[in-house]
């Protein structure tokens, strides 16, 4: 008999592996009521660790959804190690930033708060939920953390050694390919990605960023982009520069 084919990914916080029974209380007006899986349907089901894993319904219930693992379908699938660095902005343009770091492969995404970051607070745990929603959408293993919001100069002070710093500067737009500019810069290893907030950064930030050793200063050509369009584009530019898009 043919196997049904699994239409519907699914981010699961258990350990997978075959035979485990899985019981799926949040997703399960999801499944049954909203998608119209029942008993028999196949779901591939990933933890951010394992791989994706096929799994088949074995209880549909509008409460509860049992479904148990049969095998690994694709192996795990881990991002470079890039950090992406913003600060944070409009709720709706927040959340576009973390589904779009999720999906161009960010390892880690960490709000911070700079000199004129319009916004004090976050939902980590809103922002998280969309990282989850995004790597299952976009076929990814791997969910980034979402970090909760941090104070930039801390952040700096505190810098780990080895990774280095695309500072994406507005002030520099127009000036060389952000492309020559991150190869021109050493290449592989450990990676973060800085976007300023929509007022950009102040005089003294811009100053103690292009001082730092570790920073890189970009810019992501001639026209002044919205943060979370920078986001996208720096995001971009470096997997095709040092990352998985070579
Ligand atoms: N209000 C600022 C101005 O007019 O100069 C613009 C800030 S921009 C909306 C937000 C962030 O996106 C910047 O701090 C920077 O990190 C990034 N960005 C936007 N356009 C850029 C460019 N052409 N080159 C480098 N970074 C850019």
Not at 51 to 56: S, T, V
Not at 135 to 158: H, M, S
Request: glycine share 8%; proline share 6%.
């Amino acid at each position: 008999m043919t196997e049904r084919p699994a239409k519907i990914r699914l981010f699961v916080d258990a350990v997978l592996g075959e035979g485990q029974a899985l019981i799926l209380r949040d997703q399960a007006h999801y499944l049954v009521g909203v998608m119209r899986q029942g008993v028999g349907d196949a779901i591939t089901v990933f933890n951010g660790r394992d791989g994706a894993w096929r799994a088949e319904i074995t209880e549909a219930g509008k409460r509860q959804v049992v479904a148990v693992v049969q095998r690994q379908s694709a192996p795990q699938q881990d991002p470079p190690d890039l950090w992406l660095l913003f600060a944070p902005i409009k709720k709706a343009r927040t959340d576009f930033i973390v589904e779009k770091a999720t999906e161009l492969g960010a390892a880690r995404i960490l709000p911070v708060q700079t000199a004129h970051t319009n916004s004090e607070r976050i939902r980590t745990d809103r922002l998280q939920a969309h990282a989850v929603e995004a790597a299952e959408q976009c076929g990814g293993t791997f969910v980034p953390e979402v970090c909760d919001l941090q104070k930039l100069d801390r952040l700096l002070a505190d810098w780990p050694e080895g990774r280095r710093l695309m500072f994406c500067d507005e002030s520099r737009a127009g000036h060389a390919s952000p492309l020559e500019q991150l190869r021109a810069s050493g290449g592989d290893g450990p990676w973060a990605i800085l976007i300023g907030p929509e007022g950009g950064f102040s005089e003294a930030e811009r100053a103690r960023l292009a001082a730092l050793p570790f920073a890189v200063p970009v810019s992501l050509g001639p026209r002044i982009l919205r943060a979370d369009t920078a986001a996208a584009a720096a995001l971009s530019a470096w997997q095709m520069a040092l990352g998985d898009w070579r």
